[in-house]
């Protein structure tokens, strides 16, 4: 796969479709069972944003490639870290870096619900942030399209601290508005320093 991602053959082919060089991309690869697995097709709920200047707030994709066993994804190498640790490394932040960030995210997902894409594991972790300090949302494998004749998702996923209450009663929610509930939770964690829901025991939280 190195010699692959180094060959003349590939830089041309990502020269034509307008995307970044090799060189510029991270590999990422993921099973293809566990893609499966989760119930999604990795390849068709990844917002499309090969276009290097797009701004859809996502980690921009250049190329997917497959074997029997393997998926590999040719993406942006996002050099800026989580989020996370920034929180982590800093405490809260002021409001105005607070809300920068949190328009910054808004704009992401609302760019990914437009085109009916819906993350369902948005938290600190899952958003990059590239060498301006702009905001990056990445980790797509939990990502779903609604596909129910009642228009709701009906699979229970994420992170139990961020996830919308509606998602753990095991029946069908709106992908949209469980997100939406994410969002609120990181901007508490942005503006709190905390996580405004934590308990060790999952049953109390």
């Known amino acids: ?25 991270k590999k990422k690869q993921a099973e293809k069972n566990a893609v499966q697995g989760a119930g999604t097709n ?4 990844m917002p499309s944003n090969a276009e290097p200047h797009n701004p859809d707030g996502g ?36 409001e105005d870096e607070a809300r920068r960030y949190f328009q910054q995210l808004i704009n992401a997902v609302d760019y ?20 301006c300090g702009n905001l990056k949302v990445s980790d797509f494998g939990l990502s779903a399209l609604s596909q129910q004749d009642d228009g709701l998702i009906h699979t229970t996923c994420g992170t139990p601290n ?22 609120g939770v990181i ?5 709190a320093g905390y996580l405004p829901f934590d308990d060790s025991n ?3 939280l």
Do not use: Q
Not at 42 to 45: D, Q
Not at 69 to 87: C, R
Not at 112 to 131: F, I, Q, T, W
Not at 187 to 191: A, T
């Open 1 to 25: 796969m190195d010699k692959l991602l180094r060959s003349d053959a590939l830089k041309d082919h990502l020269k034509a479709k307008g995307c970044a060089p090799p060189r510029l991309c």
């Open 42 to 45: 990795h390849r068709s709920t």
């Open 59 to 94: 980690v921009h994709w250049s190329e997917v490639m497959g074997s029997e066993t393997k998926i590999f994804i040719d993406m942006e190498f996002v050099t800026g870290g989580e989020l996370f640790d920034k929180i982590v490394n800093n405490g809260r932040m002021r």
């Open 112 to 131: 990914c619900h437009s085109r009916g894409v819906y993350h369902r594991d948005l938290k600190p972790e899952n958003l990059l942030l590239d060498a």
């Open 162 to 183: 961020y996830v919308a209450p509606e998602v753990l009663k095991g029946g069908g929610y709106d992908g949209a508005t469980a997100d939406l509930w994410s969002c």
């Open 187 to 191: 901007l508490f964690v942005l503006l």
């Open 202 to 204: 999952l049953m109390i």
